[in-house]
């Protein structure tokens, strides 16, 4: 049999497993609401932690607009209500290990066209993600002939 997690580790899953369970509870809700209480502009924070603002049912917080979403420039949206939470959906990042995640190519379709598919992909937060890509920016602007060459 494995060994526990660490105290530590062991308090976040289970932190996280309850703001999933309220999530998955919020969703059972949406589905039996009526939405005839009013709108309100909600913030909607995805598996990557960006947030989005949409119209939402302001007792269940469904978006009321068929999944449309605001532009977000003009808003405050720090002082939006938190409508829906999906940062937790995703995988950890395969480096730190943090939730909010996306998908990361390691081989861009802009370089790779349909043949990047096929292609490994990782999920990584945002933080890694940019890391990541600032350091090969790095490295091939001060040395760009390497980037199409390989040494065998």
């Not at 497993?17 to 913030?43: D, M």
């Not at 943090?98 to 990361?104: M, V």
Request: aromatic share 8%; charged share 20%.
């Amino acid at each position: 049999m494995a060994d526990p997690p660490p105290e530590h580790l062991q308090r976040r899953i289970d932190r996280l497993r309850a703001q999933r369970a309220e999530q998955v509870e919020k969703e059972q809700r949406q589905t039996e609401c009526p939405h005839n209480r009013g709108s309100e502009l909600l913030a909607f924070r995805a598996r990557n932690n960006a947030i989005h603002v949409y119209t939402g049912c302001k007792v269940c917080h469904a978006n009321l607009e068929g999944g449309r979403w605001h532009p977000a420039n003009n808003i405050d949206v720090t002082g939006l209500p938190l409508g829906m939470d999906r940062h937790l959906e995703g995988p950890p990042c395969q480096v730190c290990g943090t939730f909010g995640t996306e998908l990361h190519h390691w081989a861009p379709a802009a370089i790779f066209g349909l043949e990047s598919s096929a292609w490994p992909t990782t999920y990584l937060c945002i933080a890694c993600h940019n890391e990541w890509h600032r350091r090969l920016e790095t490295y091939y602007a001060a040395q760009p002939p390497q980037l199409f060459s390989r040494e065998a």
